[in-house]
């Protein structure tokens, strides 16, 4: 089963334009969860921990219970953000990641 | 501190072949797990080790299979190959109690 998904395999905004790379799970219990970034050439990398709250590169995002969501925002995308953003769902030792999104900020 | 490092970095098989990778982990970390990276699938959990023990295991065959020794390092190995095959495989690592994973390079295994 699905336990992670990212409905979005692409997605293009334009530099100063917010941007939000949606991530939906599905688990029972209490929900870990992560976004992983890999821009061009590099390793895949920790963006953001639901646990932290705290705000990454001005990323941000909150875990919604009711919604089993986990979205990924940003008020004013930077041509540095394009990249391809994983969202991760942790349940006891094992990761289950998303098929991710590959975000392209247009100058 | 020196990252994950993944040998080797690219891999050319032909099919039936077994192949063998290495992953060592960042010093001190003693989780590692294997995921497989495909362009449609994404990445997949193939299986995690702690303290040389196999914790968790994936959904793929019995092909794939893996170890770690007494040093944290990691071998995953694939035998029987099958064109399917043909994926990028990471290694990540991770503290004992901390939830973040580090990711080496990865390495590319072509199967012919």
């Known amino acids: 089963a699905q336990r992670v998904t990212q409905p979005e395999k692409l997605l293009s905004v334009f530099k100063g334009a917010p941007v939000e790379l949606k991530c939906n799970y599905s688990y029972s219990g209490s929900p870990e969860l992560f976004w992983y970034v890999q821009y061009s050439r590099q390793r895949l990398q920790l963006l953001l921990r639901?646990?932290s709250r705290e705000s990454i590169k001005g990323f941000t995002a909150d875990l919604n219970k009711g919604e089993t969501s986990f979205h990924l925002k940003k008020p004013f995308a930077q041509e540095e953000d394009s990249a391809m953003y994983y969202c991760?769902?942790?349940?006891?030792?094992?990761?289950?990641f998303g098929t991710g999104t590959s975000l392209t900020v247009i100058p | 501190k020196a990252g994950v490092t993944q040998t080797p970095r690219y891999l050319i098989k032909t099919r039936g072949q077994q192949v063998t990778l290495s992953c060592s982990p960042i010093?001190?970390?003693?989780?590692v797990s294997w995921y497989q990276q495909t362009p449609g699938q994404g990445l997949q959990f193939l299986f995690e080790y702690f303290s040389e023990t196999q914790r968790n295991k994936g959904n793929f065959p019995g092909r794939f299979s893996g170890r770690q020794f007494s040093n944290s390092r990691s071998e995953m190995n694939v035998s029987t190959l099958e064109l399917g095959d043909s994926a990028l495989y990471l290694c990540?690592?991770?503290?004992?109690?901390?939830?973040?994973?580090?990711f080496g390079a990865g390495t590319r295994l072509s199967v012919l």
């Open positions: 639901h646990i």
């Open positions: 991760a769902l942790l349940t006891g030792n094992q990761f289950y």
């Open positions: 010093s001190g970390h003693r989780s």
């Open positions: 990540a690592s991770s503290l004992a109690g901390d939830r973040v994973q580090y």
